[in-house]
C-alpha cells in the first residue's frame, strides 16, 4: 500500500471559504487519504496551488431522491450511457477552457488519470443515437462512496441524463453517500440538498467504514 506523505488537518478546522490547506500533492495515496477524511482538492486559480477544500455546509445528491422530470424520462430514451469506455475524453470536456468557472487544469487532470488507472476515478458517458459522445460524469469513489467532481453537455438533458445513470450506477453498487460539495441550481433542481458539515462527517463515515480494521483503500 502507498504510503500518504501528508497529515490533513481535521476538516472542522477549515476557513470560512472552506478551505482546510494549500499545498500538498496530488499522488492517489494523498487523494484518497482527503476524500476519506471530507477534503478534497481545487486550483486555487489556473494552473496554481492546490486548495483543499471542505465547505461547510456540503451539497450531497440523495440516490434515492433524484429529481426526473418526464421531458428528462423521454430524452433518456435517446441516449446510450456506457461506463468507464471514455474517462479521459469526458475530462478533457469538463476541463474544456472556454467553460465558465473552470477549474480542472492540467494537474488536476493528470491526478484523476491516476485515480481512474488505479480503480478510483469513473466516468458516465452519454452517447447519441449515433454514438457520439455528447454529455457525461466522471468523480472519485470508494467503497460506498462516490464524489461526483465535474459534468458537461453537447445537447440538452445530457449531463442530467448522465446524472440520472450516475444514480442508477451507485444504486446498484450500494453506494450510500454521492458527495456533490457545493449545491448550484441545476443540481437542486435534479434533488441534491445541503446538509451541515458535521452531518456530512458522519454520512461519510459510515459509507468509508466497511473495513473495520480503518485502513485507507489501497493504491498501487
Same mark, same amino acid.
Given at each position: 500500500?502507498?504510503?500518504?506523505?501528508?497529515?490533513?488537518?481535521?476538516?472542522?478546522?477549515?476557513?470560512?471559504?472552506?478551505?482546510?490547506?494549500?499545498?500538498?500533492?496530488?499522488?492517489?495515496?494523498?487523494?484518497?487519504?482527503?476524500?476519506?477524511?471530507?477534503?478534497?482538492?481545487?486550483? +486555487? $486559480? *489556473?494552473? !496554481?496551488?492546490?486548495?483543499?477544500?471542505?465547505?461547510?455546509?456540503? &451539497?450531497?445528491?440523495? %440516490?434515492? @431522491? /433524484?429529481?426526473?422530470?418526464?421531458?428528462?424520462?423521454?430524452?433518456?430514451?435517446?441516449?446510450?450511457?456506457?461506463?468507464?469506455?471514455?474517462?479521459?475524453?469526458?475530462?478533457?470536456?469538463?476541463?474544456?477552457?472556454?467553460?465558465?468557472?473552470?477549474?480542472?487544469?492540467?494537474?488536476?487532470?493528470?491526478?484523476?488519470?491516476? +485515480? $481512474? *488507472?488505479? !480503480?478510483?476515478?469513473?466516468?458516465?458517458?452519454?452517447?447519441?443515437? &449515433?454514438?457520439?459522445? %455528447?454529455? @457525461? /460524469?466522471?468523480?472519485?469513489?470508494?467503497?460506498?462512496?462516490?464524489?461526483?467532481?465535474?459534468?458537461?453537455?453537447?445537447?440538452?438533458?445530457?449531463?442530467?441524463?448522465?446524472?440520472?445513470?450516475?444514480?442508477?450506477?451507485?444504486?446498484?453498487?450500494?453506494?450510500?453517500?454521492?458527495?456533490?460539495?457545493?449545491?448550484?441550481?441545476?443540481? *437542486?433542481?435534479?434533488?441534491?440538498?445541503?446538509?451541515?458539515?458535521?452531518?456530512?462527517?458522519?454520512?461519510?463515515?459510515?459509507?468509508?467504514?466497511?473495513?473495520?480494521?480503518?485502513?485507507?483503500?489501497?493504491?498501487?
Amino acid at each position: 500500500m502507498s504510503e500518504v506523505s501528508w497529515v490533513f488537518p481535521p476538516a472542522s478546522t477549515a476557513d470560512e471559504n472552506g478551505i482546510v490547506g494549500v499545498g500538498a500533492d496530488l499522488s492517489p495515496a494523498t487523494m484518497l487519504a482527503a476524500y476519506s477524511d471530507g477534503i478534497f482538492p481545487m486550483p +486555487l $486559480h *489556473e494552473d !496554481g496551488d492546490v486548495a483543499w477544500w471542505s465547505p461547510d455546509p456540503r &451539497a450531497i445528491m440523495p %440516490i434515492e @431522491g /433524484l429529481h426526473v422530470s418526464r421531458s428528462l424520462r423521454r430524452s433518456m430514451r435517446r441516449f446510450t450511457v456506457t461506463v468507464d469506455t471514455e474517462f479521459e475524453a469526458v475530462v478533457d470536456a469538463c476541463a474544456d477552457p472556454g467553460r465558465p468557472q473552470g477549474w480542472i487544469d492540467q494537474q488536476m487532470k493528470d491526478a484523476y488519470r491516476r +485515480l $481512474h *488507472e488505479a !480503480g478510483f476515478a469513473h466516468s458516465i458517458e452519454v452517447r447519441s443515437a &449515433a454514438g457520439e459522445l %455528447i454529455g @457525461g /460524469l466522471f468523480g472519485v469513489g470508494f467503497d460506498r462512496f462516490f464524489a461526483g467532481e465535474s459534468m458537461f453537455h453537447h445537447e440538452t438533458d445530457a449531463s442530467k441524463g448522465a446524472l440520472v445513470a450516475t444514480c442508477d450506477y451507485l444504486r446498484n453498487a450500494r453506494v450510500v453517500l454521492f458527495d456533490v460539495q457545493w449545491l448550484t441550481p441545476h443540481l *437542486e433542481s435534479m434533488g441534491a440538498i445541503e446538509v451541515p458539515r458535521t452531518e456530512y462527517l458522519r454520512r461519510l463515515a459510515e459509507a468509508v467504514s466497511t473495513d473495520p480494521s480503518g485502513n485507507r483503500p489501497e493504491v498501487p
